[in-house]
């Protein structure tokens, strides 16, 4: 642009005040622009500062004096939530151990939500914050009962235990009484048999024997009943409802009345030597210490304890609705200072528009009059000239050179070519840069490889039983899918064992929880040195349970190896005073199926665990095949 065009394009109101505007320069007519930008700038920070002093007290009111509230609320709302929860846990207690971790959650949450009710009140007052401290006060008196019934479950709990033993004991001494005189009378009985069978029978001594053993008969009668009784109170203690103990009681009590009347028809020297034990028998059974007694009071304490959880949760319903009160109000004035905060905005928003409405106004008049007037040409010709050189083209006119600014930087075009060299050169290590770079993809690759290895480490993990180390439940349902599809594409049979330890509660009672997982990972050991092929699985079912999948296995093959299994833990005599064999012993049941349309494999489990159950009938430390003892 030629300097006579400049001047036509300058304001005819004032072309010295232009004139003297172009002679300052690039940089001194950019600082005077700046300079009013700068007053602009002002003019909006102060209205900015005052939009956010107006926003700074509306959220100063929301965070210091309604916020603190509601969070304060919520944390108290999750406090009470939790020590309800932990006061549910006392109902299941059974055990000095579950009694102690259950005393310390519900201690911690009382810790806490008495914390957070400290903070709730400390940054308000209300009725309703008054309401929730009096409907927690409750709520922790009811858990103080709560422990007490624990305390005196544990107690029942233990006599119960001692009431057994004694039963036990008095069951034995029955049956070494009842079996002598049992055999006694079984022995006469094949001896008039074996009389009666002669060509010529002495009819008289077959007389005197039938007299000296028909007043005996009842005794196998008796010793049937004392067993039932011995039975029934045994089962008692698993009755889980005040009814059903009921009825139990009425059977024991009428199968006392039939012992005794069949006490009383056996001679009297029978009648001495039984009266004694079945008096003591008869005793423990009605009395309130006896095991109906004492479960019925076990029973009692429990109905008791839910009666106190549904008051529990009743008081943390109300607990709610007070809460919910409380956040409401603090959310509507939280919301009231919202409004005021937006209003305040929505008037500062309007002032700043204006202003920088002006100021872009005045911006736009700098870089139209000065910026693309007289300086966007020669910087235009300069770029060209660059242009033209980075091209390679290095006989094209150069720009001027000057004092000022544009001038200044002509003479460095210049010096392009030296530039021009020196940009190959940091081209060639860009591409070496480059190749580094590749090389170190390749090792993130590699190390992704790992990853996923080690990914696949801590999957196999999730699916191993923690105890044991055999596969969990998880695992077990898995291959077990996989099997019978496979089994089922090639027509061929498989097998599953369901074994379980015998009189596996009584040794965990006798000997302690720690000792039966003892017991535990040494039964789960021999199953590990039964199974051989990658296809079988052997895993934890569930507490003293476990189950055996044989992919492509007879019955007869799995019936054989579910022996080797119980006669090698057998071997393991590990002591277990309380079962018949002394030692731990183990009942296996067997089922093979060959999978066809429409079966599915929870068929082939529930055989299995049918088998079981007949093992457990039948005597227990035994085999059982589904298809030779079906119910």
Request: proline residues 3%; aromatic residues 4%.
């Amino acid at each position: 642009m030629s300097p006579s065009s400049e001047e036509e394009a300058a304001p005819r109101g004032n072309p010295s005040l232009w004139g003297k505007f172009k002679g300052l320069g690039i940089r001194n007519s950019f600082l005077v622009g700046f300079a009013a930008m700068a007053l602009f700038m002002v003019v909006v920070m102060i209205t900015a500062l005052s939009t956010s002093a107006a926003m700074s007290r509306s959220v100063t009111q929301i965070l210091e004096e309604q916020l603190p509230v509601t969070l304060a609320t919520f944390r108290a709302a999750r406090a009470a939530d939790a020590l309800a929860t932990s006061g549910a846990s006392l109902i299941t207690v059974r055990t000095a151990a579950d009694q102690q971790l259950a005393f310390q959650r519900v201690a911690s949450a009382q810790q806490i939500l008495e914390r957070t009710l400290g903070e709730l009140t400390g940054v308000t007052e209300s009725p309703d914050v008054a309401d929730i401290i009096t409907q927690v006060a409750e709520l922790n008196q009811n858990l103080d009962s709560l422990k007490s019934l624990v305390d005196e479950r544990l107690s029942l709990i233990d006599a119960q235990q001692r009431a057994r033993t004694e039963l036990i004991a008095d069951l034995q001494a029955f049956q070494q009484e009842l079996t002598f005189r049992v055999r006694i009378l079984e022995a006469d009985s094949d001896v008039i048999n074996a009389l009666m069978q002669r060509p010529s029978p002495p009819v008289e001594q077959i007389a005197r024997m039938s007299g000296n053993t028909v007043p005996l008969i009842p005794l196998s009668r008796f010793y049937a009943e004392v067993e039932s009784i011995g039975s029934r109170l045994m089962a008692a203690t698993q009755d889980r409802t005040l009814a059903s103990l009921a009825v139990t009681e009425q059977i024991i009590n009428h199968r006392l009345q039939i012992a005794s009347e069949t006490l009383e028809k056996l001679p009297p020297d029978v009648t001495g030597t039984l009266s004694r034990q079945f008096v003591a028998l008869r005793a423990s059974s009605l009395s309130p210490d006896g095991l109906v007694g004492l479960r019925q009071r076990e029973l009692n304490l429990l109905a008791n304890g839910e009666a106190l959880n549904q008051q529990n949760q009743q008081i943390i319903a109300r607990v709610d609705l007070a809460i919910a009160a409380l956040v409401d109000n603090r959310l509507g004035q939280i919301d009231q200072a919202a409004d005021m905060a937006t209003s305040a905005n929505s008037r500062s928003q309007l002032w700043l528009l204006i202003i920088t409405g002006a100021g872009l106004a005045g911006l736009v008049a700098f870089f139209y009059l000065h910026v693309l007037r007289r300086l966007v040409p020669r910087l235009t010709d300069l770029s060209d000239t660059l242009l033209n050189l980075s091209a390679g083209r290095y006989d094209v006119p150069m720009p001027t050179e000057g004092n000022d600014e544009l001038g200044r930087l002509g003479s460095a075009v210049h010096q392009f070519r030296q530039m021009a060299l020196e940009a190959s050169r940091r081209e060639e290590e860009l591409q070496a840069s480059n190749r580094r770079a590749e090389e170190a993809v390749k090792e993130l690759e590699q190390k992704a490889t790992e990853l996923e290895r080690v990914n696949g480490r801590l999957e196999t993990l999730s699916l191993s039983d923690g105890l044991t180390g055999l596969a969990n439940r998880r695992r077990f349902d898995d291959v077990l899918a996989a099997e019978w599809a496979h089994s089922a594409r090639t027509a061929q049979s498989m097998s599953v064992l369901m074994l379980d330890v015998d009189y596996f509660k009584l040794y965990n009672d006798q000997y302690g929880h720690q000792q039966g997982d003892d017991c535990l990972r040494r039964i789960a050991g021999v199953l590990k040195t039964r199974i051989h092929r990658a296809t079988d699985l052997a895993a934890r079912y569930g507490g003293e349970e476990f189950c055996v999948i044989l992919s492509f296995c007879t019955e007869e093959d799995a019936a054989t190896i579910a022996e080797q299994m119980r006669s090698q833990v057998e071997r393991l005599q590990i002591e277990h005073r309380l079962a018949d064999a002394g030692v731990v012993t183990i009942s296996i049941g067997v089922a093979t199926m060959v999978p066809t349309a429409g079966s599915a494999a929870d068929e082939l489990v529930r055989q299995a665990d049918i088998a079981l159950y007949n093992a457990k009938r039948l005597g227990r430390n035994r085999v059982v095949c589904s298809s030779k003892h079906a119910d």
